[in-house]
């Protein structure tokens, strides 16, 4: 990526750096002033159907913030849209599903993903985005057991009693409901790289209801065959979920280039149990309400514990809460470009 910032590309393939390189999980957000103009103008959904609004925000926090990779702004559940699920995105309660999947007449009423028909306004932005970027631009999609809890529970959940109750009850059924997401993320990713993203990212953000067992059974072969669709492409590919420390090992061999650790993996473990396979992490978002004599602190300890390892990228252990001070998000970036001059 000649003229691009890659440090990102670079300790995601398990190289050195001169720094850890810095990005955050909802780096466009709800703490953003400017974010918020723009949301008195556009809903959600419309934000990310109009790519140039669209780029607008995926921008905002790499000029902001100086971070080393610009994700893309969407939501897990966009493509879920081309698949013929009615949804609703409801301003802090997340994605609502009109008509939960219960039977297999919802798993046979999922149409196939078609990228290009389906979602042709997120590739768009992805294009336009490219031709303004001097950093590496992060794809992303959330992955089948996420999906598949939404889809089934009706929409965010603490208990997950739906899915699971599925999951146990129509075991057949279950596998071809995440066999049919498996092969539309697939295409949803493929169709993000071809149309400019340098990597990825797939959002587990649910899969720590799951017992070891359970995700062996019932996740971890369609997680396998997710990645496995994706590594002929060649762009690094980062796997994330929460409350996931007891998974991690699983997780780790279903695939991914990149581990990402949420803030209750302590990384030193997680480096002894990974071996040689890059992470990132794992700020606590909180922290990030301190002062910055604790950020500072929290920062430091982060570096120290991976100890100058190489494959490291610099992140939260989840994606930054609505009022928190943009000037905290800034002044991590600043700590970590501190030890570029350093060097």
């Given amino acids: 990526m000649e003229g691009v910032n890659d440090l990102i590309l670079q300790a995601a393939r398990g190289g050195p750096t001169s720094r850890p390189p810095v990005w ?11 974010y918020q103009e723009i949301r008195r103008r556009y809903t959600l959904p419309e934000i990310v159907q109009n790519p140039e609004a669209c780029a607008e925000v995926t921008l905002l926090p790499v000029k902001q913030l100086g971070v080393d990779a610009a994700i893309l702004f969407a939501d897990i559940t966009t493509p879920l849209y081309g698949m013929g699920v009615e949804l609703d995105l409801v301003e802090g309660k997340g994605p609502v ?29 992805i294009r336009l985005l490219k031709r303004e970027l001097e950093v590496p631009l992060i794809g992303f999609a959330g992955a089948p057991f996420t999906l598949a809890s939404y889809l089934i529970e009706g929409g965010p959940s ?27 993320m697939a295409r949803y990713l493929k169709a993000q790289v071809e149309a400019g993203a340098d990597l990825l990212q797939v959002f587990d953000s649910w899969v ?50 990149v581990m990402g650790l949420d803030h209750h993996t302590p990384l030193p ?19 990030l309400f301190a002062p910055k004599e604790v950020i500072r602190r929290e920062v430091e300890r982060i570096l120290a514990e991976n100890a100058g390892r190489p494959g490291h990228i610099f992140n939260l252990g989840h994606g930054i809460l609505p009022g928190t001070p943009v000037e905290h998000v800034r002044y991590v970036v600043e700590l970590l470009k501190e030890k570029e001059e350093a060097a």
């Fill in 269 to 287: 473990w997680a480096r002894e149990a990974l071996g040689q396979t890059p992470i990132q992490g794992n700020l606590d978002p909180v922290v």
């Fill in 24 to 34: 955050f999980m909802r780096q466009a957000g709800r703490y953003q002033k400017e």
């Fill in 208 to 257: 720590g209801a799951l017992s070891p067992a359970d995700y062996r059974r019932y996740v971890k072969p369609h997680m396998a065959r997710l990645f496995q669709e994706l590594r002929p492409l060649g762009v690094p590919v980062i796997h994330f979920g929460v409350g996931t420390m007891g998974l991690l090992k699983e997780m780790q061999e279903a695939g991914g280039d």
């Fill in 158 to 184: 603490r208990q997950f009693k739906e899915v699971k109750a599925f999951m146990y009850r129509e075991e057949a059924l279950w596998h071809q409901l995440l066999e049919k997401l498996t092969q539309a």
């Fill in 97 to 125: 599903i009109h008509r939960p999947i219960r039977d297999s007449k919802g798993v046979e009423a999922l149409r196939p993903l078609e990228p290009e028909e389906a979602v042709p306004f997120v590739l768009e932005t």
